[in-house]
């Protein structure tokens, strides 16, 4: 299986385009979005200094609970599939940074927050227009989706996943441990920027595991269980996980969370239902499917 890849800004289409992707695989690639290399080079060499840094620094923004939904996550510390061992990688988890950031003792530095407020308005930006272009193709207002997503639970999140020669808290990983366990993600969408190294995988519809080689010239779209929920399953919330590191080269990427404000409703689209495809799925709010989605990964290690 290989993604499929779109142009956003050459395609008149491009909401054709993304219903295409979505409705097949669940997971497709778009070039030129609207962030710039240089933007990305300097999120990631952030990101890598971060994790790379002292441990001291990481602990002091410590993850202290699904909701704040910001702060550092050690190795083993989140379980994305609950029902396999803890994840291989490490995170810094940021929600609604730009219109409630939390106070600057919770930052490693003044200048990494500068840089990753920066990063997530401008992927959001990104974000809405895709949302724009997925409006028109479901038959609904331009704003439809813009404005229940107005940041309170957009969420960026910096992911690293250490090569093997790293030293691991219990010794050499157990085969079933992953990089971060098969899950779906929990929201209306991901983009997702890769630094070159791949990891990722999506399961196809024979339930074999896929490898999405990364580029960087192009993020991932993929739809999230809401998205899911509101297109009465015509976008497909597709199971992925990335594989435990192997090799020298660790692995960076960045993950941008649309996820629907608390209160949204989330119920199917009157263009998604018919006669022939009744609703499959309960009305539900987007605040009670975060929480304990949330809450599930972490297996109560966070309850501060």
């Known amino acids: 299986m290989t993604l499929p890849l779109f142009d956003l800004s050459a395609s008149a289409d491009a909401g054709r385009d993304i219903d295409a992707g979505l409705s097949t695989y669940g997971f497709l690639q778009l070039a030129n979005i609207g962030i710039a290399s240089s933007e990305l080079e300097e999120v990631f060499h952030a990101s890598q200094a971060l994790f790379k840094g002292p441990a001291a620094v990481k602990q002091q923004c410590a993850y202290r609970s699904a909701a704040e939904n910001f702060g550092y996550q050690g190795l083993l510390e989140e379980n994305l599939d609950p029902m396999a061992p803890a994840d291989l990688k490490e995170t810094f988890t940021m929600r609604n940074i730009v219109a409630d950031p939390p106070p600057p003792e919770r930052w490693p530095s003044d200048r990494f927050r500068e840089t990753m407020c920066d990063f997530y308005a401008h992927a959001l930006a990104c974000a809405r227009e895709i949302q724009r272009r997925m409006a028109g193709t479901l038959e609904l207002p331009e704003d439809y989706f813009t404005r229940l997503h107005s940041g309170q639970n957009v969420t960026l999140r910096l992911l690293y996943y250490p090569a093997n020669a790293a030293p691991y808290p219990l010794g050499d990983p157990d085969p079933a441990q992953m990089g971060a366990g098969a899950h779906t993600d929990y929201g209306f969408m991901t983009l997702l920027f890769q630094n070159g190294v791949g990891g990722l995988q999506v399961i196809d519809k024979s339930g074999a ?11 991932v779209v993929n739809t999230g269980d809401m998205l899911e929920r509101w297109t009465n399953g015509k976008y497909k919330s597709t199971m992925h996980r990335v594989i435990a590191k ?52 972490h297996q109560g290690r966070f309850t501060r």
């Open 209 to 219: 595991w896929i490898d999405v080689p990364p580029r960087t010239d192009a993020v």
């Open 246 to 297: 192997t090799g020298h080269r660790d692995r960076l990427s960045i993950a941008m969370f649309i996820d629907p404000d608390t209160d949204a409703l989330i119920e199917a689209l009157p263009s998604c239902v018919s006669s022939d495809n009744p609703a499959r799925f309960a009305p539900i709010s987007a605040g009670a499917h975060l929480q304990a989605r949330l809450e599930a990964s």
